[in-house]
């Protein structure tokens, strides 16, 4: 015998175990366990965005996106022609359809737009400047249906000049977050607590969270703790980055003290949650270099403390937006690359511990991109970009961005023979020894990678999944 396998039966070793498959699946092919019980070819999917879709002609400002999990649609709102407009998308592959705009402010120009939906209402919330009104700070309530959406009420929840709004849903109070500044007062930073009824919006008292000049405020909910994380750039303080915790209360929210996360100037704060590894993560541009930086942010009571800067653009990064795609397990920025003719970008990163690792970044538009905004789409489990497209006209444009993936950490095990779909067939499990292979390297380590070959590159993502024992066996190693 000159190897292993010649003791082998042909096309295993022992552990070959009949399995239903999912999709046709050919000989010699790795598959993945799925929750069913049946077997899928092992697959992924190579990230990148797809084709710019037009959900708005002529100038498009204040664009601000955000997803509704009670129609799985993205409704973005944003300015056009000095009215307030939002519209509503459904995704689908790599593109999206978009409805009928309609008008939620008519009076004048709105700036500052922001955009949640809230949980317990099912409603999305609009906020914004009302240049028809002195700048008041107004808030509007919008109920999609298909891909319609309608609004209620327009209701003031500042009276007096306000900027730099940023909302969010406090999911554990079925609240929604207002943050801002406040020119009646001081320019203090503040919020305020929105609570929904029917189509309508009430608010309480009025919160300071910074007795000083803010800018660039942006708030996040951490659903581990259950708390609003208010990030923003301190004016008063020679534009210092700092964050704080806030916590709802019936209609008030009370805060812990600020933490500073950039001792120097930052602008452009932005804030998402990373749901799978529990931390807040804050973007913002770097005030000395003007590139893309980034951190964590870890909340215990009321405080916050946080891990070391990265950078993930080494550019001048304008228009800084995150969103979190949790089943790629990744934080995805799009920014105007301005050292790339204001190209739209976007990048990926993985948190792990205290500290995040990003990609290669990619362009989503061969053009100035300015006015960005994400939402990501929890059905399509894809990342939406909305911007105003200055190559096109400045009109109002979006790309569907996805994460690399791949179900090879599915891995169960090779094929003994093609299966038809809905049929069954023997596939050599983890523990077994796999034969009829053909040009491994003996005692090499193997790996699944992505799209389901078998090679020994081991960088991530690939999954190891055994040694070879000849040129034509491979040890499939047990993991449960």
């Not at 061969?366 to 009109?395: E, Q």
Request: charged share 10%; with cysteine.
């Amino acid at each position: 015998m000159s190897n292993l396998s010649e003791l082998l039966p042909a096309g295993g070793g022992g552990k070959n175990v009949n399995f239903v498959a999912s999709g046709t699946l050919g000989n010699g092919v790795t598959v993945g366990l799925k929750a069913d019980g049946t077997v899928e070819l092992i697959s992924g999917v190579t990230e990148g965005a797809g084709s710019p879709t037009v959900f708005q002609t002529g100038v498009t400002e204040s664009c601000a996106a955000a997803y509704d999990a009670a129609s799985n649609k993205i409704i973005v709102a944003y300015n056009n022609g000095s009215k307030g407009r939002a519209v509503v998308g459904a995704v689908s592959g790599s593109t999206i359809s978009w409805g009928t705009s309609a008008i939620y402010n008519t009076s004048n120009y709105v700036q500052y737009v922001s955009i949640s939906y809230n949980t317990a209402a099912e409603k999305v919330v609009i906020s914004y400047t009302n240049g028809g009104n002195s700048s008041y700070g107004t808030a509007i309530v919008g109920t999609v249906s298909g891909t319609s959406i309608s609004f209620g009420a327009a209701t003031v929840f500042n009276s007096a000049t306000t900027t730099n709004i940023s909302s969010v849903c406090d999911v554990s109070s079925g609240k929604t977050v207002i943050a801002f500044r406040d020119y009646g007062n001081s320019h203090y930073g503040t919020a305020i607590v929105g609570t929904i009824s029917g189509t309508s919006i009430s608010f309480g008292s009025k919160s300071v969270f910074s007795t000083g000049t803010t800018n660039y405020s942006s708030t996040v909910f951490d659903s581990t703790n259950n708390k609003t994380v208010i990030a923003y750039q301190d004016n008063s303080n020679s534009n210092y980055g700092k964050a704080i915790v806030g916590t709802v209360s019936g209609t008030s929210i009370s805060f812990g003290s600020a933490a500073t996360f950039k001792a120097a100037s930052v602008s452009q704060t932005n804030t998402t949650y990373d749901s799978i590894n529990n931390k807040i993560v804050l973007v913002y541009k770097d005030g000395a270099t003007n590139y893309g930086t980034a951190l964590t942010g870890t909340i215990s009571g009321t405080s916050i403390s946080f891990g070391t800067d990265v950078v993930f653009a080494s550019v001048n990064a304008s228009d800084l937006k995150s969103a979190y795609d949790p089943s790629a397990g990744k934080i995805d920025i799009a920014y105007e690359n301005g050292s790339n003719s204001g190209y739209g970008t976007v990048v990926s990163g993985a948190v792990s511990g205290t500290s995040i690792s990003f990609g290669t970044a990619i362009v989503f538009e061969s053009a100035g991109s300015v006015n960005i905004s994400t939402a990501y789409d929890s059905s399509a489990k894809k990342v939406i970009i909305a911007y105003r497209d200055i190559g096109n006209s400045n009109v109002g444009t979006a790309v569907v961005f996805e994460n690399a993936s791949s179900n090879n950490t599915s891995f169960l095990g090779i094929t003994d023979a093609a299966i038809t779909s809905g049929a069954s067939g023997s596939v050599t499990i983890k523990g077994g020894l796999k034969s009829e292979l053909s040009s491994l390297t003996p005692n090499s380590i193997y790996y699944v990678q992505s799209d389901g070959s078998v090679t020994t590159v081991s960088t991530a993502p690939a999954v190891r999944i055994g040694k070879a024992l000849s040129s034509t066996t491979l040890n499939l190693e047990f993991s449960s």
